[in-house]
């Protein structure tokens, strides 16, 4: 049974909402989130990535960093700018992207679901980049950035979701990237409890995004547990703040891969190589996006070919069978040599938000050739993560992105 609950969550004031909203903080790059953070006394951007607010040669990872964030979010809210509920409730949260609307519940998860896996895990994460999130929700006792969660769509919640819809929004504002943001309060005793109860009857939920602030509020809530042996449960801290999807809500773009050499091979060399486990076909100069799985675009030297694996070549496992595993199988490595995409300076990642045009402007710049990638679906990560398995890196992007700041959940203070 997946465990979530209701809480009082800390929120920007109504007028400020939209100037308060940040992008996540790992969007950004350092020189990125300090350029966007200039002259702006609102965004969470300032809080999230607290170096922004020292000199360009800081050690952002020193103490001092994390104090400052801390500084700001008290300071937020003793100027007004954020008020926290004066009781426990849920949120329904909508994201509208190009007219196409996703609604999410803003809830509080269990750590203990988390740990005992039935909160699924799709990928591993990083300890040096957990540490960052360690520190930055200790040292402010909040969890500031949202967890994506998904799970296999109910007709009861969504019920709810669209119920609680059909009064006037609490918050909406329109981003800079021409997302529309809406907040809903449920704090109606009733569907508070139903909505407890159904996903009490689910037997996971499925981190989408966020696996690093997932593992660091974990973390966190461990070292709370072990500084008060005494510890109930129900504690702030055994839960961190997620906002949940159905799956029929979601759209995951393409992920696509950039190299920034051709492994020292000819292009012609290469394109015969392709031939072992593809066929390869010649599009000419208008971008071919893939069209379904087991599909890929190649760009090289101002052509665009379409790949189509060819069947011998495909596996039945739920990882081996991912276009991204088959990718890294049958080309990067052998052709390529590239054996571990998480540590190549060979290679890049470009999230299909960017477009196709961004492969073309990077293999113009300071690459060689590009993939373009078909999507991977949700039932592929659900299916993944039922068998406990991990997928290759970067192997999903989802969009809208949350936003951070919206929703803050204190854990103790």
Known sequence: MALIRPFRALRPRTDLAGEVAALP???????????????????????????????????MYAPCIYQKADEMLRQMEADGIFVQDERACYYIYELVMNGRAQTGLVACSSVDDYIN????????TRKDKEEDRVRHVDVCSAQTG?????????????????????????????????VVHRVWVIEEETHIRKLTEAFSKMGHTYIADGHHRAASAVRVSLKRREAH????????????????????????????????DLNGYA???????LKDSCTVEDMGKEAYRPEGKGEFGFYLNKTWYRLQVKTEH????????????????????????????????????????????????????????????????IGELFDVADADLLMPPKSTWFEPKLRSGLFIHKIER
């Not at 896996?117 to 591993?124: A, C, L, P, S």
């Not at 292009?267 to 190589?273: A, I, R």
């Not at 049958?330 to 961004?358: A, N, W, Y």
């Not at 113009?364 to 078909?374: E, N, S």
């Open 146 to 178: 949202p967890i994506f969660l998904a799970y296999r769509a109910q007709d009861e919640v969504r019920g709810i979701l669209e119920a609680g819809k059909e009064k006037a929004p609490v918050c909406e504002f329109t981003a800079d990237d021409g």
């Open 25 to 59: 903080y790992d969007v950004y790059s350092r020189d990125e989130a300090r350029e966007k953070v200039e002259g702006d006394s609102y965004s969470f951007l300032r809080i999230d990535r607290p170096e922004t607010q020292f000199d360009e040669g800081c050690d």
């Open 314 to 377: 495909c596996l039945k496992d739920p990882v081996g069978s991912l276009d991204v595993a088959f990718l890294q199988r049958e080309i990067l490595e052998p052709v390529f040599g590239i054996m571990d995409p998480k540590t190549d300076s060979r290679i890049d990642f470009v999230g299909g938000i960017r477009g196709l045009q961004e492969l073309e402007r990077r293999c113009q710049t300071d690459c060689a050739c590009a993939f373009a990638m078909y999507p991977t679906s």
């Open 229 to 260: 042996p005494g510890y109930t449960g129900e504690e702030e801290y055994n839960y961190f703040l997620s906002v949940l999807f159905a799956d029929e809500e979601l759209m995951i773009m393409d992920y696509n891969r950039v190299l920034k």
């Open 117 to 124: 896996g039935v909160v699924k895990k799709h990928e591993n």
């Open 267 to 273: 292009e012609e060399e290469v394109l015969n190589k």
